[in-house]
């Protein structure tokens, strides 16, 4: 074999691999075009566009500068390839008290309009995909206190004796340091807003931990998507039997 056959396969091998792989699902993906509900099969009509926006958008930002996907995925795979529509509450709830059974896959849109997509490298903590919802559905009277149970994770998650053994890195800096008044809480707190007293100083969130609540708060993928791509449908119920028919009466002796 000559240097020039050996450097054309060579070239051919990997660019063939790059054009697969990488260009020819970049030019599909970078701008996919919204799918229509159909009224016959969804129920509804309109168009499936999911919107980020706002304080959960500034969260986002929070959320990728701090590394927080190197241990949590944001991804619902497909049966075939993960267990995750099993896991409870991971890709939504069987037993919705309103829509029934929410739970299905993610999809591309669940990510349009991102510059990045936060799937994940790895899950050393739970994935969170719908975040929002196993809060809600753990609080489901209080929303300020699920805030709470996830200010003070962020703060320090070992703080919590049933997490000792988190390997989630404590985040204090994204809290202020505040003199303890009244009754050792601050008038934030009073608001919903979640602090830490440590001796005679509160540890109040900064902007960007309220930022990263808001956006983990928002986290939920179990709204109803267009059936074109909903790719694990709840199985339909089973019909119920149908009723035996009447015996047919006695004849009359004679």
Known sequence: MTLKKF?????????????????????????VK????????????????????????????VYQANGCALCHTQVIRPTYAGTELWREDWAGLAADEDRGDTRRESNIFDYKGLDYAPI?????????????????????QSPAEAEAWLYRHLYNARSFPELGWSICPPMP??????????????????????????GNENFVPGSEARALISYLMSLR??????????????????????????AAPAAAAE
């Open 173 to 198: 800096f994204m809290f202020e340091k505040r003199p303890v008044s009244g009754q050792g809480r601050t008038a934030d707190a009073q608001h919903g807003v979640a602090d830490f007293a440590e």
């Open 34 to 61: 919204p799918v229509e509900f159909q009224e016959a099969i969804d129920g509804q009509t309109g168009v499936f566009i999911p919107k980020t926006s706002g304080r959960v958008a500034d969260g986002l930002a």
């Open 7 to 31: 450097l054309i396969g060579t070239i051919a091998s990997f660019g063939l691999a790059w054009l697969l792989v990488v260009i020819l699902p970049f030019i599909a993906q970078r701008n």
């Open 120 to 140: 994940g490298q790895t899950r050393a903590g739970q994935d969170l995909s719908n975040l929002a919802v196993r809060m809600h559905a753990r609080f489901p």
């Open 221 to 246: 993928h179990d709204h109803k998507v267009p059936a074109s791509i909903n790719y694990s449908p709840p199985a339909p119920a089973a019909a119920a039997p149908a009723a035996a028919a009447p």
